[in-house]
């Protein structure tokens, strides 16, 4: 039973599109995370949510819009979708002051 | 602001070899994570950290921090191959529910 798990898995989309990745975690954490990675592996965060409730956001464009109907799961709806957009979004979750899990990524690709 | 630095960056080394990987960071914290990433997987948690001169080691990696020097090494010993990953360390940020993250380290191990 995986402990967080995110769908897609992979998602190739044209430049303009609106796309949807979803998390879910069965864990049982209060705080869950959208991270970007890059091309060159640099970890970026993006959102956070404790107890459904918006606690981080940091510069991201505002296409970019998380939504968290309960504690289990963390959604991240992406409009007017860019080239630059391209990377690998990791779901994460953890309780504060403990390790994150992180779920097995969406591999975002724009053409 | 807290800032994380990994060096080196890139590590290309022989199996066999010992070498330390280093996470320096800018202000205090008292929680310190190393992650691993394998090509094209997730993160995976390897050790946390909690307090000035913890030390944990699993297998033939050893992680150490020292809150007074800001620095916390992650030591390999006797490499074997299959050590190659991305190795990430990752900072607690006080009063946050944020981690700060380094940069990533790209361990290759020859054969």
């Known amino acids: 039973d995986t402990a967080v798990s995110q769908t897609p898995k992979y998602l190739v989309t044209q430049m303009g599109n609106d796309k949807s990745i979803k998390c879910e975690q069965n864990l049982g954490h209060d705080t869950m995370y959208w991270y970007k990675q890059d091309s060159k592996k640099f970890l970026k965060i993006m959102f956070s949510?404790?107890?459904?409730?918006?606690?981080i956001n940091e510069t991201v464009p505002n296409r970019f819009s998380p939504k968290s109907p309960d504690k289990a799961h963390l959604n991240l709806h992406i409009n007017s979708l860019e080239l630059g957009d391209s990377a690998v979004y990791f779901c994460a979750t953890g309780d504060r002051k403990d390790e994150q899990y992180f779920g097995p990524g969406t591999r975002l690709t724009v053409t | 602001e807290l800032k994380v630095e990994q060096n080196p960056l890139f590590l290309s080394m022989q199996e066999g070899k010992n070498y330390t990987i280093y996470c320096n960071y800018s202000?205090?914290?008292?929680?310190l994570y190393w992650y691993r990433q394998d090509p094209g997987k997730s993160l995976e948690s390897l050790f946390v950290?909690?307090?000035n001169g913890a030390v944990k080691q699993e297998g033939r990696l050893m992680a150490s921090l020292d809150t007074k020097a800001r620095l916390s090494t992650l030591h390999i010993t006797a490499a074997v191959h299959d050590l190659s990953a991305t190795y990430f360390c990752a900072v607690d940020m006080p009063g946050n529910y944020q981690l700060i993250w380094g940069a990533g380290t790209k361990l290759i191990i020859k054969p």
């Open positions: 949510y404790n107890n459904k409730e918006l606690i």
């Open positions: 950290l909690l307090s």
């Open positions: 202000t205090t914290s008292d929680r």
